[in-house]
């Protein structure tokens, strides 16, 4: 009896322990699945670990060169101000130093200033001197000239008057006188009269010109009527053109300057020789030519010659080339000589009226 409870409870206990074994395993397959489990997660984290790891150790690399070039930066930066802080000293003293000039300057400016204006006073006062010096010179000069020409004038008419009032003299003492010396006599009266016109109108012709008054002429017939107006002495030859130019003129004032040239190259060949007068058609302008077989005139005379009052005659005023000169200019064109041989080279336009019109602005 007391040997099958034993046994029986020994078959119990193996039981219970066999069920406790049973479970312990079940326990530890399934903590050995769990470590499994957990095993294979801390592999996927320590996976992911090292790869955040990695991109942390990247990024703190990336942040390392960034704080490098930022220091390398500041650095750079530091030198900068450093280099700007210099400068602006540099400025800051330049800029005194400016300051200093300029106001040097600004106290220069005002002396200058000062003295311009002194200066401009002093110029004013000498210009209004130099003004009234000037027109007293011009007064001076003008009562010169007239003084000169009336001097000049009153000694050319003595001569041809003293001739009419010897001539009348001897004509009222001969009243019964022949007729062929009657007629010398009259000669005698016609080349004082001629001379004395001749001075008078010199003179008028230089102190008032007047406008041109414009035509059609011919050149040719100009120069005929030149020459009939003139006593021409028996042993001068005159050459005229063998053409004619019509050309638009004041024929009346070419005509005087013609007759003047006329009778300069007679007197300058003492009544003896050859006087040729060629005219050639330019186009648009004519070219006239007066040539004598007269001595020439001196080098020295030639750039003098159509000045007012010169002359190297013990007779005459002195103003006819001058007035030729004058009038050719009133027509728009020129005057000029070259010597030895004299020739006396005029150039006009053939229309005036397309250059200056009815009025030229030579005229006075």
């Known amino acids: 009896m007391t040997q099958q409870p034993a046994e029986h409870e020994r078959k119990s206990l193996v039981e219970d322990l066999g069920a406790l074994t049973g479970r312990a395993f079940k326990e530890l397959d399934s903590t050995k699945t769990e470590l499994q489990e957990k095993e294979k997660l801390l592999n996927q984290l320590a996976s992911e670990s090292m790869e955040k790891i990695k991109e942390?150790?990247?990024?703190?690399?990336?942040?390392?060169?960034?704080?490098?070039?930022?220091?390398?930066?500041?650095?750079?930066l530091n030198k900068k101000n450093d280099e700007l802080a210099k400068s602006n000293h540099d400025l800051e003293q330049q800029k005194f130093h400016y300051n200093k000039m300029?106001?040097?300057?600004?106290?220069?400016?005002d002396k200058v200033l000062t003295k311009e204006k002194e200066l401009s006073m002093?110029?004013?006062?000498?210009?209004?001197?130099?003004?009234?010096?000037?027109?007293?010179?011009?007064?001076?000069?003008?009562?010169?000239?007239?003084?000169?020409?009336?001097?000049?004038?009153?000694?050319?008419?003595?001569?041809?008057?003293?001739?009419?009032?010897?001539?009348?003299?001897?004509?009222?003492?001969?009243?019964?006188?022949?007729?062929?010396?009657r007629l010398q006599h009259f000669t005698r009266?016609?080349?004082?009269?001629q001379r004395m016109t001749h001075q008078i109108d010199d003179v008028l012709?230089?102190?008032?010109?007047?406008?041109?008054?414009?035509?059609?002429?011919?050149?040719?017939?100009?120069?005929?009527?030149?020459?009939?107006?003139?006593?021409?002495?028996?042993?001068?030859?005159?050459?005229?053109?063998?053409?004619?130019?019509?050309?638009?003129?004041?024929?009346?004032?070419?005509?005087?300057?013609?007759?003047?040239?006329?009778?300069?190259?007679?007197?300058?060949?003492?009544?003896?020789?050859?006087?040729?007068?060629?005219?050639?058609?330019?186009?648009?302008?004519?070219?006239?030519?007066?040539?004598?077989?007269?001595?020439?005139?001196?080098?020295?005379?030639?750039?003098?010659?159509?000045?007012?009052l010169f002359t190297t005659k013990q007779t005459g005023t002195g103003l006819g080339l001058s007035i030729c000169k004058s009038i050719v200019e009133q027509h728009g064109g020129t005057i000029s000589v070259r010597s030895p041989p004299t020739i006396f080279t005029v150039r006009l336009p053939k229309n005036i009226s397309q250059k200056y019109g009815m009025h030229s602005p030579y005229a006075t």
């Open 205 to 308: 012709n230089f102190v008032k010109r007047s406008d041109l008054t414009l035509q059609v002429t011919s050149i040719l017939a100009t120069i005929d009527s030149a020459i009939v107006g003139i006593m021409i002495p028996p042993d001068i030859k005159i050459s005229k053109p063998l053409s004619d130019i019509q050309v638009n003129c004041d024929s009346r004032k070419l005509e005087a300057v013609f007759s003047n040239l006329i009778i300069n190259s007679i007197q300058a060949m003492e009544d003896k020789g050859e006087i040729k007068i060629r005219m050639i058609d330019l186009g648009s302008s004519i070219q006239l030519e007066f040539e004598d077989t007269g001595l020439g005139i001196s080098a020295d005379i030639l750039p003098k010659i159509f000045d007012p």
């Open 122 to 181: 002093q110029r004013d006062f000498l210009a209004k001197q130099v003004d009234e010096k000037t027109q007293d010179l011009i007064k001076a000069a003008k009562f010169t000239v007239i003084g000169e020409l009336a001097a000049r004038l009153a000694h050319d008419l003595r001569n041809p008057l003293s001739i009419v009032k010897n001539t009348m003299d001897i004509m009222r003492v001969k009243p019964n006188m022949r007729v062929e010396e």
């Open 56 to 76: 942390l150790s990247k990024i703190n690399h990336d942040l390392q060169d960034k704080v490098g070039f930022l220091l390398d930066l500041s650095a750079s």
């Open 189 to 193: 009266f016609d080349r004082a009269v």
């Open 102 to 109: 300029t106001v040097e300057l600004k106290e220069k400016l």
